[in-house]
């Protein structure tokens, strides 16, 4: 569940120095007041549409051919510009500890981060937040690839991207989602373990784990026995 937005607002997904994907269409959606218009431009391309009653918009653009840089502007009631912005190859960067793992603890930390200013080459680190069901919102911020910026980014990911850059002379995305110890089963969707008999007990492991965090943190929130409980 997202806040109400007074003003055109986007996931933090969309910035500054982001990435799409090429030879692609454009999706970008956000929040508006209901049955407000919202205008979404990028490289001479143009849609309109309209907020629906939960104050949520989405908009379909054509691939843009040109890798940019260029900006995108969605306008309303009020305006946002997010420049810079590039078409490329965008990949996700998951895992566990092995994709966490930063570039600045690598072996060869001391002469990759150095030779790390890479305008072409851009990172996204996804915050960490736990959750039970699909997030509408996400903690990041894309970043240019600068000895600044690479330093605490995963080290697979960053020489991934650098090789692909390299090879393929074309701009690139990363964007890092990775939570060192987590198993396969935090990544799933809660229906799909629901039709698998032996993930049963780790689904009730996990739902008595949240209600204990729930007490923990205000021992209120359980709701206790009914009234009409009587000692046997």
């Not at 049955?35 to 309209?50: H, L, M, P, Q, Y």
């Not at 603890?105 to 981060?113: G, L, N, P």
């Not at 739902?207 to 709701?223: D, K």
Request: aromatic share 10%; net charge negative.
């Amino acid at each position: 569940m997202h806040e109400a937005f007074a003003e055109i607002a986007l996931p933090a997904l969309f910035g500054d120095n982001m990435v799409f994907q090429s030879s692609k269409e454009l999706r970008v959606w956000g929040w508006a007041e209901p049955d407000e218009e919202v205008t979404v431009s990028i490289a001479g391309e143009t849609r309109r549409t309209r907020a629906d009653d939960n104050r949520r918009w989405n908009v379909t653009l054509p691939p843009i051919p040109d890798r940019g840089p260029h900006e995108l502007i969605v306008s309303g009631s009020d305006e946002v510009r997010f420049r810079n912005i590039l078409i490329g190859e965008v990949w996700i960067c998951a895992g566990q500890s092995n994709m966490e793992y930063p570039l600045r603890e690598a072996v060869s930390a001391s002469s990759e981060i150095p030779a790390s200013d890479l305008p072409g080459l851009r990172l996204f680190t996804v915050g960490r937040r736990v959750a039970d069901q699909p997030s509408e919102q996400l903690d990041g911020q894309w970043k240019v690839c600068s000895p600044e910026s690479s330093a605490d980014f995963s080290a697979i990911g960053y020489l991934f991207g650098k090789e692909i850059q390299r090879t393929q002379k074309v701009p690139v995305g990363l964007i890092l989602t990775s939570w060192g110890g987590t198993p396969a089963e935090a990544w799933t969707p809660r229906k799909t373990l629901q039709r698998i008999p032996t993930q049963l007990e780790a689904q009730e492991n996990w739902t008595e784990v949240r209600q204990r965090r729930r007490f923990a943190l205000n021992p209120f929130a359980i709701e206790p026995f009914p009234d009409n409980w009587k000692p046997a």
